[in-house]
């Protein structure tokens, strides 16, 4: 039962899917000397039914090692890397519906020719993981749009807080300008499991402050 709901849930994925950031706005990644707040992990929950598939078609893309760093150095370096997977993989994969039916034809896959917003989400994961960066720092998160669909998204643990990659823009955003209400996240100790995300209040003023460094 409970990888039917959340197969019904990935049904839901296709609005916000299917946009690829075609207009594209501008990609500046946040710069601040004082770190945010970062994402929060509540109790454990179920990982997406298809991500357990996922797993199972890419086991390399699912292993975590507990003595790697749980977020990375936003160097220039770093910087222009994030950026430059954002975009290519943003213009690499046309946007496409999918089903994830009962009859599972469907699945999360890395690098299709077409596919939806689980596949830029996977294919620009295993790209930073080839790249050389850690695991515990590249967390998929479902999350739900301001109108209600699911959708899912790259956060990346940085020492200056955690950043969104997202096929709906070529902005790199800090999770909490984004207007998503986040639900789950993956482990940052263990790639195949998930938790909730503990949602907290932010004043107006923090909110404010990253939407200025992430439109400049």
């Known amino acids: 039962m409970a990888w039917r709901v959340s197969t019904i849930f990935f049904s839901a994925i296709l609005a916000s899917c299917l946009l690829s950031g075609s207009a594209y706005a501008r990609n500046r990644l946040p710069q601040d000397s004082s770190p945010p707040w970062p994402i929060v992990e509540g109790s454990p929950t179920l990982a997406p039914f298809q991500h357990v598939r996922f797993c ?13 760093n749980q977020r990375i150095d936003l160097t220039t370096e770093n910087s222009e890397l994030l950026k430059r997977v954002n975009h290519s993989v943003n ?5 496409a519906r999918k089903s994830y039916g009962p ?26 993981l080839q790249s050389g960066l850690p695991a515990n720092a590249l967390r998929l998160s479902v ?50 499991f998930w938790y909730q995300v503990k949602t907290r209040g932010p004043s107006i003023s923090q909110v404010e402050r990253q939407l200025r460094l992430a439109d400049r």
Do not use: F
Not at 116 to 128: G, M, P
Not at 146 to 167: C, E, P, W
């Open 103 to 128: 009859d599972l034809e469907d699945g999360w896959t890395i690098a299709p020719a077409a596919g939806d917003c689980n596949d830029y989400a996977v294919t620009k994961r295993h790209e930073l």
């Open 143 to 192: 999350v739900k749009t301001a109108s209600g669909i699911g959708h899912l998204v790259l956060v990346v643990a940085t020492t200056r807080g955690d950043i969104v990659m997202d096929n709906l823009t070529e902005a790199i955003r800090p999770w909490q300008s984004t207007d998503y209400n986040w639900l789950k996240i993956q482990s940052a100790a263990d790639a195949r």
């Open 56 to 68: 199972l078609r890419y086991p390399l893309d699912c292993k975590s090692d507990p003595t790697e």
């Open 91 to 95: 213009a690499a994969i046309a946007p």
